[in-house]
């Protein structure tokens, strides 16, 4: 699977949008891109994947570049309780890929 | 629905002493798995199985063992407990066409 870069830390004024980047450069033709996010130790929580085309559900936004090297998580109007440390993941859905690797991640904190 | 269930929620052990994380699921996934997360890090996984009978090792499987006799219960045991598996246990399960995981709540363990 593919390895993602993303910053350690950002903070995002309340009510604003939240953009955090992830880059994926190495990126193969089959893997697809996942967001969580892990809110005060609870257990991880998915967000939002992805493939080539850009995809919206009720939580987020997610923009993948056309040449898919990176990735935009856009969080529309973040609240207090988006504080979180959110991972970028890329894997592939074939057979034989299991793990989730999550790296460090982007820890967002949502400033009042 | 549940989800993901796992018990117990915190637990001291002395080092040396054995014993078992339970998980268990009512989504009817086939896939199943164990992550370990120490302080500031990422998650690292252990153990995970493709479906009831069949299990195979993660990233960090030394130490540790499972079975998966059903499709809803996947125990993760700890054998001889030592101060390096102090952490902090995610369980986790998935459709196989998909890696949108749902997570437990997670075990918290401290070995002294």
């Known amino acids: 699977d593919a390895k993602t870069t993303q910053p350690p830390s950002m903070d995002c004024a309340e009510g604003r949008a939240a953009n955090l980047p992830c880059n994926h450069s190495?990126?193969?033709?089959?893997?697809?891109v996942y967001w969580y996010r892990q809110i005060h130790s609870q257990g991880p929580q998915y967000i939002i994947h992805?493939?080539?085309n850009n995809e919206t559900n009720e939580m987020a936004s997610l923009i993948i570049t056309e040449d898919r090297k990176s990735s935009t998580l856009i969080l529309p109007h973040a609240t207090l309780r988006d504080t979180a440390v959110y991972y970028c993941?890329?894997?592939?859905?074939?057979?034989?890929?299991?793990?989730?690797?999550f790296g460090k991640g982007t820890k967002l904190s949502v400033i009042p | 629905n549940a989800g993901v269930t796992q018990t117990p929620k915190f637990r001291i052990l002395k080092i040396g002493q054995s014993m078992t994380l339970q998980c268990a699921q009512d989504?009817?996934?086939?896939?199943m798995y164990w992550y370990r997360q120490d302080p500031g890090m990422g998650l690292k996984l252990i153990y995970y199985?493709?479906?009831?009978?069949?299990?195979d090792k993660g990233e960090v499987p030394n130490g540790y063992n499972v079975s998966r006799s059903t499709t809803e219960d996947f125990p993760l045991r700890l054998e001889l407990a030592a101060p390096s598996q102090t952490s902090v246990y995610f369980c986790?399960?998935?459709?196989?066409?998909?890696?949108?995981?749902?997570f437990g709540q997670g075990t918290r363990l401290t070995v002294v």
């Open positions: 993941i890329v894997v592939s859905s074939g057979a034989g890929s299991y793990q989730l690797t």
């Open positions: 199985s493709v479906g009831a009978g069949i299990t």
């Open positions: 989504m009817n996934h086939n896939y």
């Open positions: 992805g493939l080539k």
């Open positions: 190495t990126i193969s033709g089959n893997e697809y």
């Open positions: 986790a399960s998935s459709y196989p066409e998909t890696r949108r995981a749902f």
